[in-house]
T-cell receptor, first 117, second 114 residues
Framework: SAVISQKPSRDICQRGTSLTIQCQVD?????MFWYRQQPGQSLTLIAT?????????ESGFVIDKFPISRPNLTFSTLTVSNMSPEDSSIYLC??????????????FGPGTRLTVL | GNSVTQMEGPVTLSEEAFLTINCTYT??????LFWYVQYPGEGLQLLLK?????DKGSNKGFEATYRKETTSFHLEKGSVQVSDSAVYFC?????????????FGGGTRVLVKP
């Protein structure tokens, strides 16, 4: 399975500022995903990021608020823009690992815990 | 649309007790089913999975069987340990050309007391 790291692991930010979260994978993967986990809640998919194409956003998430980059097959960034306290969450990236299996599964990074004051 | 429903927590157990966490799903076609675990302060780890009806996933003493007739994927462990205290998420994966999508249940917090 892929080894996934995220930076920063946590941050405390002021409202109105932006934070860019990095996700690095130790092997090339086709699909990368960004999720949000609000306090005490489950995970919600923000967007799917494929290398060489625009990210695909889920309902309720827009590119202006959560711009995503996917410059190569091992790296992606998510920016949380113009932050408000409601953006306080854990942000997780995940990757899809075909692993030679007939089905797909996703592996998750450790997450970035964001607190907006 | 696809959805996953799991029992609400918290579930509080004594060590060596039997654990069951119910999970049911709604989906078209034949999704793959997963249980993920999130230990305190950590990210999600894949616990076990099943890809077709009647498959049984197992890992670390946990088991879950893909029941298509009841659209369920209940998680069980015969004898829990304090180290099993965590939040457990049931999820389904639907294949899409634009990128496979995981849909998660709300999570169940389990607390095992010595």
């Amino acid at each position: 399975s892929a080894v996934i790291s995220q930076k920063p692991s946590r941050d405390i930010c002021q409202r109105g500022t932006s934070l860019t979260i990095q996700c690095q994978v130790d092997s090339q993967v086709t699909m990368m995903f960004w999720y949000r986990q609000q306090p005490g809640q489950s995970l919600t998919l923000i967007a799917t990021a494929n290398q060489g194409s625009e990210a695909t956003y889920e309902s309720g998430f827009v590119i202006d608020k959560f711009p995503i980059s996917r410059p190569n097959l091992t790296f992606s960034t998510l920016t949380v823009s113009n932050m408000s306290p409601e953006d306080s969450s854990i942000y997780l990236c995940s990757v899809e690992d075909y692993g030679g299996q007939i089905y797909n599964e996703q592996f998750f990074g450790p997450g970035t815990r964001l607190t907006v004051l | 649309g696809n959805s996953v429903t799991q029992m609400e927590g918290p579930v509080t157990l004594s060590e060596e007790a039997f654990l069951t966490i119910n999970c049911t799903y709604t989906a078209t076609g034949y999704p793959s089913l997963f249980w993920y675990v999130q230990y305190p302060g950590e990210g999600l780890q894949l616990l076990l999975k099943a890809t077709k009806a009647d498959d049984k996933g197992s890992n670390k003493g946990f088991e879950a069987t893909y029941r298509k007739e009841t659209t369920s994927f209940h998680l069980e462990k015969g004898s829990v340990q304090v180290s099993d205290s965590a939040v457990y998420f049931c999820a389904l994966l639907r294949f899409k050309a634009a990128g496979n999508k995981l849909t998660f249940g709300g999570g169940t917090r389990v607390l095992v007391k010595p």
